[in-house]
Nanobody, 116 residues
């Protein structure tokens, strides 16, 4: 059974930084795609960033230049370094992993609150 454990959320002032981590367990190979999504109050869940096992990354336009996604394949862990945070980045951030061999899994989410 795949389990995702997220950490690193919290309260930060605008302009500050946070680093999110998501460790996947219960599987012996690296997931094809690992990523982060977020859902703000009253809004739909949206893509933040993804990274493939080969290191190719993709970002939402709203976070380009501020957020950096990375992963450690050996640990099946994905990170999201968030810099220059803005109040509009406030949301619950969800880790997602996907591999065609086992499907898609979601973490429980970690709250990021950016105060102005």
């Amino acid at each position: 059974q795949v389990q995702l454990v997220e950490s690193g959320g919290g309260l930060v002032q605008a302009g500050g930084s946070l680093r999110l981590s998501c460790a996947a367990s219960g599987i012996i190979f690296s997931f094809n795609v690992m990523g982060w999504y977020r859902q703000a109050p009253g809004k739909q869940r949206e893509l933040v960033a993804t990274v493939t096992s080969g290191g190719n990354s993709d970002y939402a336009d709203s976070v380009k230049g501020r957020f950096t996604i990375s992963r450690e394949n050996a640990k099946n862990t994905v990170y999201l370094q968030m810099n220059s945070l803005k109040p509009e980045d406030t949301a619950v951030y969800y880790c997602n992993v996907f591999d065609p061999r086992v499907g898609s899994y979601w973490g429980k989410g970690t709250l990021v609150t950016v105060s102005s």
